[in-house]
């Protein structure tokens, strides 16, 4: 019996997008009838998904890359943003995010606010992952690659639990955010902000008070 798969694959680089779409073709299985549409930024992206809704083909799989150009109206920042809306109105379609970033917050972002059948990390990619990942989402998901998995082992073997909001103000302090700006960022004030640092540096044992001392620490730790 053919089973047929309607595909969506968002990236606004059309050379890597032809990439995956030659290895899903040339590595799907003889039962497996394959419809790929192609979105290159978020406004095609919500386009596509809406109509599918609307004719009621809706789509089997994402492909999401995260580093994507904003929607027109600015409602849709990424592709973080689309994954998160394709959940909401293709609650039954399976969501496979791509992307450059391998810090550990963005990894752990991305699982607790999306939570994708597949996650890789394009640094790790080859044709042969990329079929394995599909067929893997299809039939026993979730797939994720090689770092992704590196990246929950080490939180998972810590001993240290930090919240989402300490593990921002982590990610901001590694990419140079100083402590007086990051209140813009965190909608807490500089105060709540001195306390959640001094409950980090006990956590992480940094005694000589440094902001590049406790990055490092939580970076061995896998928090960064």
């Given amino acids: 019996m053919i089973e047929q798969i309607k595909i969506l694959m968002i990236d606004d680089h059309p050379m890597i997008i032809e990439g995956y779409q030659n290895t899903l073709l040339f590595t799907k299985k003889d039962n497996q009838e394959l419809s790929i549409d192609i979105a290159n930024n978020c406004d095609e992206a919500l386009a596509f998904m809406n109509k599918s809704i609307e004719n009621n083909r809706p789509y089997n799989v994402l492909f999401v890359d995260i580093s994507l150009p904003p929607s027109a109206d600015g409602t849709m920042q990424s592709g973080e943003d689309l994954a998160e809306y394709a959940r909401k ?21 991305i699982i607790k606010t999306i939570d994708p059948e597949g996650f890789l990390i394009k640094s790790d990619l080859t044709s042969s992952e990329l079929a394995s990942a599909f067929q893997a989402v299809l039939n026993n998901p979730p797939f994720y ?24 103000i982590l990610h901001l302090l590694s990419q140079g ?3 007086k700006n990051l209140a813009s960022h ?32 939580a970076r061995k730790e896998g928090f960064v």
Avoid: C, W, Y
């Fill in 89 to 109: 109105i293709l609650p039954n379609a399976k969501i496979i995010v791509l992307t450059m970033f391998n810090e550990s917050f963005r990894i752990h972002n």
């Fill in 145 to 168: 690659s090689g770092t992704v998995n590196r990246h929950i082992r080490k939180t998972i073997t810590s001993d240290i639990v930090i919240d989402d909001k300490n593990r921002k």
């Fill in 177 to 179: 955010v100083r402590t």
């Fill in 186 to 217: 965190l909608d807490i004030s500089i105060s709540a902000i001195e306390k959640r640092k001094k409950q980090l540096r006990e956590l992480f044992s940094v005694h000589d008070g440094q902001d590049e001392t406790l990055i490092k620490n």
